[in-house]
Nanobody, 127 residues
Framework: QVRLVESGGGLVQTGGSLKLSCVAS????????MGWFRQAPGKEREFVAA????????SFAESVKGRFTISRDNAEMTVYLQMNSLNPEDTAVYYC????????????????????WGQGTQVTVSS
């Protein structure tokens, strides 16, 4: 069974940091781009960041550029999202996802190109 399991969420004050992890099991996504998305209450799921299969390319939403970094350890089948300088607007459930194609970087910010999703981890930033 293919699973993506996120962890690392929690409650943090404005200006704080969190590091999210996403561990894959049941399938090696070492050849797939991986992305992080988030969804706040009453809002659409939105793209946060993505990393290519080998980690050499990354992409970030404008709202998190300069504050978030994404990395991956294919040997550990884990993707990370380091979040710094958090603010209340970052409050959401964060999901990791695996791109449906090998070595594909097209439309990396669209949920439609991802076909495996984790269950999400809650991030709450207090003011």
């Amino acid at each position: 069974q293919v699973r993506l399991v996120e962890s690392g969420g929690g409650l943090v004050q404005t200006g704080g940091s969190l590091k999210l992890s996403c561990v894959a099991s049941g399938h090696n996504f070492g050849n797939n781009a991986m992305g992080w998305f988030r969804q706040a209450p009453g809002k659409e799921r939105e793209f946060v960041a993505a990393t290519s299969w080998n980690g050499r390319s990354t992409s970030f939403a404008e709202s998190v550029k300069g504050r978030f970094t994404i990395s991956r350890d294919n040997a550990e089948m884990t993707v990370y999202l380091q979040m710094n300088s958090l603010n209340p607007e970052d409050t959401a459930v964060y999901y990791c996802a695996a791109h449906r194609n090998f070595w594909d970087w097209a439309n990396i910010d669209s949920p439609s190109v991802y076909d495996h999703w984790g269950q999400g981890t809650q991030v709450t930033v207090s003011s």
